[in-house]
């Protein structure tokens, strides 16, 4: 069982930056394939970034080549840099964990083959 953690959401104006953690607990979560998903209010949780158990990582077309994932195995933490912010990035974003060496099948990942979530954090873009 892993449990996780998010932080470094808030209020941010448009074309700024965030920079979310996700913050793990137990053991070898290298392992573990991780991804963030984003819910805003009256819509679906959709999928944002994938890692893999390899490290490699994927995006929705929506955020790629503006925000990047990544994991710093030494912290236990996974983050989720997000640069040139649009109101349509407001959300609540979730980070989530699939079973150690365990990639989720589909593409884009549904949060169904994640069983492992946090809290979220809310992300709020200002036009």
């Known amino acids: 069982q892993v449990q996780l953690v998010e932080s470094g959401g808030g209020l941010v104006q448009a074309g700024g930056s965030l920079r979310l953690s996700c913050a793990a607990s137990?053991?070898?979560?290298?392992?573990?394939?991780v991804g963030w998903f984003r819910q805003a209010p009256g819509k679906e949780r959709e999928f944002v970034a994938g890692?893999?158990?390899?490290?490699?990582?994927y995006y929705a077309d929506s955020v790629k080549g503006r925000f990047t994932i990544s994991r710093d195995n030494a912290r236990n933490t996974v983050y989720l840099q997000m640069n040139s912010l649009k109101p349509e990035d407001t959300a609540v974003y979730y980070c989530?964990?699939?079973?150690?060496?365990?990639?989720?099948?589909?593409?884009?990942?549904?949060?169904?083959?994640?069983?492992?979530w946090g809290q979220g954090t809310q992300v709020t873009v200002s036009s």
């Open positions: 989530a964990a699939a079973p150690s060496y365990s990639d989720p099948y589909s593409y884009p990942p549904t949060p169904q083959e994640y069983p492992y």
């Open positions: 137990g053991q070898a979560f290298s392992s573990y394939p």
């Open positions: 890692l893999r158990w390899t490290g490699s990582t």
